[in-house]
């Protein structure tokens, strides 16, 4: 039996945990209705929806469920050696090793420095979610939906 793969990816300012939590319930009943032995959540270790996926896990795993955690949390030496792009190559990572499903949870860009046009999403949640959906991952989202170039052409 395999474990159902679920990535993890969210804003570091989401702060709505029962929402996390109550999405990954969902997850691991249906995947214990498909025939799956678990679940593997796989998140990047950030604050935000990543730490309560983690915490998810954890707890689910003490209560006896099937349950384990994946971190890929970048390292500050990665940070230093790749700058911005350290959070993209993780997210490449945790795509590559392939998943069922991701579970975005992705609050609008507020950053001051951003120059692009607003509204948008916060953008290691959205290159995680543009990579998973390259990857033929479906991806379900939470959260405001940012609107995006493509929202506003005809």
């Not at 679940?39 to 003490?62: E, I, N, P």
């Not at 500050?76 to 050696?81: A, K, L, S, V």
């Not at 990572?93 to 949870?105: K, N, Q, S």
Request: some cysteine; hydrophobic content about 35%.
């Amino acid at each position: 039996m395999t474990h159902f793969r679920v990535i993890v990816t969210g804003s570091r300012s989401w702060k709505d945990f029962d929402a996390v939590t109550t999405a990954l319930d969902e997850m691991a009943r249906a995947a214990r209705q498909a025939g799956y032995s678990g679940v593997t959540v796989v998140h990047g270790g950030a604050k935000g929806a990543d730490t309560s996926a983690g915490l998810w896990a954890s707890d689910r795993a003490r209560c006896g469920w099937p349950v384990v955690a994946e971190v890929y949390a970048v390292a500050g030496e990665d940070w230093r050696r790749h700058g911005q792009r350290a959070g993209h190559l993780r997210n490449q990572r945790m795509v590559e090793l392939g998943a069922d499903v991701c579970l975005a949870f992705q609050n609008p860009c507020e950053s001051e420095k951003c120059r692009r046009p607003r509204p948008h999403g916060t953008h290691g949640t959205a290159d995680c979610i543009e990579r998973c959906e390259a990857e033929g991952i479906r991806v379900v989202s939470f959260g405001p939906r940012p609107t995006t170039r493509e929202d506003t052409n005809p």
